[in-house]
């Protein structure tokens, strides 16, 4: 385990069964339909690429990168598109895919940045989701894990960058960020 954790909250076989169940329930909900999953950069990466091939069914996928972290623990609160889709999404059946879902504050900014045109529905996957960190209101469809209020890291949730490698999603230690 890297120096820097506290403890492992989920293991890489914890994760993996999380995107089979997720993966199953997700196949089953799209019977029939073609659904496009939005990948929501960069906290997002392990995560898409492992659900996307627990998927029954062959479909597009597209990419969108948001930042509001800007390298510190706590959200900024302002949201920064970086890249946006290239996907026409107006008619589509839309799943966003997240690694965390915190605040809620990039949720929202998504679904209101992307209902605007028109999808015909819009979903969200989220492997982690800490509802204590609330301050807007914003609602998971799929749910990896309810996860406690700590500073997570891992499978592609950065501290300053950094971090997003390890294999695991684990607690950082506060005294790495300074308390
Ligand atoms: C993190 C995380 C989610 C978002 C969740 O992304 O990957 O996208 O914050 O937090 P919220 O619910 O409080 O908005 P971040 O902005 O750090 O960018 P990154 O994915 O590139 O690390
Ligand atoms: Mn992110
Ligand atoms: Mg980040």
Redesign the pocket.
């Known amino acids: 385990m890297n120096n820097d954790i506290e403890r492992v909250l989920y293991s890489q076989d914890d994760i993996k069964a999380a995107c089979q169940r997720l993966g199953a329930e997700i196949t089953r909900d799209y019977v029939g339909k073609k659904p496009l999953f939005i990948g929501?950069?960069?906290?997002?990466i392990f995560f898409m690429t492992d659900l996307m091939r627990e998927l029954d069914f062959l479909t597009d996928i597209d990419f969108i990168d948001?930042?509001?972290?800007h390298g510190g623990t706590a959200?900024s609160g302002e949201i920064t598109l970086v890249h946006d889709v290239d996907t026409d999404i107006s008619g589509r059946d839309v799943v966003v895919v997240?690694?965390?879902?915190?605040?809620?504050?990039?949720?929202a900014y998504l679904q209101k940045r992307l209902g605007e045109r028109q999808p015909k529905s819009l979903k969200v996957c989220t492997l982690l989701d800490k509802p204590e960190?609330r301050t807007v209101e914003?609602k998971a469809d799929y749910v990896g894990f309810n996860v406690p209020n700590e500073f997570l890291v891992g499978y592609g949730?950065?501290y300053n960058e950094y971090y997003r490698n390890l294999p695991y999603v684990g607690v950082l230690k506060p005294k790495v960020y300074g308390k």
Do not use: F, P, Q, W
Not at 40 to 44: N, S, T
Not at 99 to 107: E, F, H, P, S, Y
């Open positions: 929501v950069l960069k906290g997002v948001v930042s509001s972290y959200s997240e690694d965390i879902l915190d605040t809620g504050r990039t949720l960190g914003a949730l950065d």
